[in-house]
Nanobody
């Protein structure tokens, strides 16, 4: 039912920019996600947190590795989240996953949702 679809990844030179998009569908009107964000995983590395934003108040949080270079935002009209990344570095190369966390009131539990990922490659 819930689906997260990422787009905007690709090949970019060091110092370049990309804007990643995440479109969410299937969330119940009365049970929207509490926050949405981005994680990334490079080959042979652990998955790491990149950024998240709260849905109610649009409060952002960033990992130290991207602080000052990344901006997370959302469309107030729908469940879409964006990640603007500037001054990209080779170490930013990874598969970027969109995520959402929602409270399931009927089960009194939190549920995490993930997109399929979009590849970002930073290389000259």
């Amino acid at each position: 039912q819930v689906q997260l679809v990422e787009s905007g990844g690709g090949l970019v030179q060091p110092g370049g920019s990309l804007r990643l998009s995440c479109d969410a569908s299937g969330f119940t009107f009365s049970n929207y996600p509490s926050n949405m964000g981005w994680y990334r995983q490079a080959p042979g590395k652990e998955r790491e947190f990149v950024a998240r934003i709260t849905i109610a108040a649009s409060i952002p949080t960033y990992a130290d590795s991207v602080k000052g270079r990344a901006t997370i935002s959302r469309d107030s009209g729908k469940n879409s989240v964006f990640l603007q990344m500037n001054n990209l570095k080779p170490e930013d190369t990874a598969v970027y996953f969109c995520s959402a966390r929602r409270f399931e009131s009927s089960q009194a539990t939190w549920t995490d949702y993930w997109g399929q990922g979009t590849q970002v490659t930073v290389s000259s």
